[in-house]
């Protein structure tokens, strides 16, 4: 019986994990949960899971009354204090930076890490690689393109990687113009044509942010510099990633478009279980096409690229003002293709220093915001 921590149990990736914990009670137990500002899910989650405590990060949300004899933890600062809790894996489903400093004190315990929470390797990176690389060996990813491109390492010499081919389903402005990219509503972005995910990262799918984030989460968990990590545009979302080797072979990984099998693959490994979520019908599919990503329209990726090859802290720049930014555009504040010049404002200010402490990476993270605060201002 595996031993369970979900922390961001009541989000997108959360809920599946819950689902897929409970459609196998022989192999999974959820020990505890975490959630931010959802207490009634939590709590009927904990019920159904008979889980021994829960995390309520947002004070204010807490003051829900909790009738159950759960252990609760109230606070952010209550984390470290929370994962005392005897586990054999902890998923951090956490959405944004914040997950960081779960992340962080996971790998320092030595308990294998689930990581769906992408930003935290993007802000903390370069804190894991100074202290912590030894502990890295314990994250497996959930994202599914980096669950793929693990499961296709297994078992090969990383020196004999010729480059990684990350996929990108191109959102749902792939065919958009500029003008109509522009003038982009919450719902048109929100309406992501393959995967069904939160809506932070849907945001971030349609500006290709998403995909920007991948390629600098695949250089940090991979050891891959930038120029062995390509990003391609797949419309089908049937292929989740490739590595192409030295001798010009490519191991390819396929699947159904579905999050529920990288989570359970995470939770799982190195075993697999039955599937969650169907099988693939290559002659309904019919085809696959690639297409090359259009840096004119999508800049943000562009952007991430940079930020990546400066490090620095741009990345820390460039994922805490995408934070900013969406939430304004997802509040009416300001226009899509704003999200990305507010990035590109605030990358354009960054005072590059060394991101490898914690206190660094907060303070950067903190003035970042500020700055993507003003440039939002001055969209609005
Ligand atoms: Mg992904």
Excluded at 325 to 331: E, I, P, Q, T
Aim: hydrophobic fraction near 40%; include cysteine.
């Amino acid at each position: 019986m595996k031993k369970i921590i979900i922390l961001g149990s009541t989000g997108s990736i959360g809920t599946q994990a819950v689902e897929v914990a409970l459609k196998h009670p022989d192999k999974y137990k959820v020990v505890a949960i975490s959630t931010n500002t959802r207490v009634p899910l939590a709590l009927e989650q904990a019920k159904k899971l008979n889980c021994k405590s829960i995390l309520i990060t947002d004070e204010s949300a807490s003051k829900t009354e909790i009738t159950n004899d759960l252990k609760v933890f109230k606070g952010h600062d209550q984390i470290i204090d929370f994962l005392h809790v005897e586990a054999d894996l902890v998923l951090n489903a956490i959405v944004g930076s914040s997950g960081l400093e779960a992340t962080l004190t996971i790998l320092e315990k030595g308990i294998p890490l689930a990581l769906a929470n992408k930003e935290s390797l993007v802000v903390g990176g370069d804190i894991i690689n100074k202290r912590l690389r030894e502990a890295k060996k314990n994250i497996i990813p959930v994202d599914s393109e980096h669950s793929a491109i693990y499961q296709l390492l297994l078992g090969e010499n990383k020196k004999e990687i010729n480059k990684i081919i990350i996929t990108a389903s191109g959102g749902p402005f792939r065919e958009a113009s500029n003008e109509e990219i522009k003038e982009a509503t919450p719902e048109q972005a929100l309406a992501h044509p393959r995967w069904n995910m939160g809506p932070k990262i849907t945001i971030d799918s349609a500006t290709l942010v998403n995909k920007g984030l991948e390629v600098m989460e695949a250089h940090y968990l991979f050891d891959m510099s930038y120029e062995k990590v390509e990003a391609i545009i797949h419309p089908q979302s049937i292929i989740h990633s490739m590595v192409e080797f030295a001798d010009g072979s490519v191991k390819a990984h396929l699947g159904p478009t579905d999050m529920r099998i990288p989570i359970q693959y995470a939770m799982s490994y190195p075993e697999r279980e039955t599937a969650p979520a169907g099988f693939s019908d290559f002659l309904q599919i019919g085809k696959l096409t690639f297409e090359p990503v259009d840096f004119d329209r999508f800049r943000a990726l562009k952007l991430a690229y940079e930020a990546g090859k400066k490090g620095n802290g741009y990345p820390v720049a460039y994922n805490s003002a995408n934070e900013e930014a969406v939430a304004a555009f997802l509040d009416n504040r300001i226009g899509f293709d704003k999200i990305t010049e507010v990035l590109e404002e605030v990358m354009n200010s960054h005072e590059a220093q060394p991101a490898d402490e914690l206190g660094i990476v907060k303070e950067m993270d903190i003035k970042t915001r500020e700055k993507a605060a003003k440039a939002i201002k001055e969209h609005e």
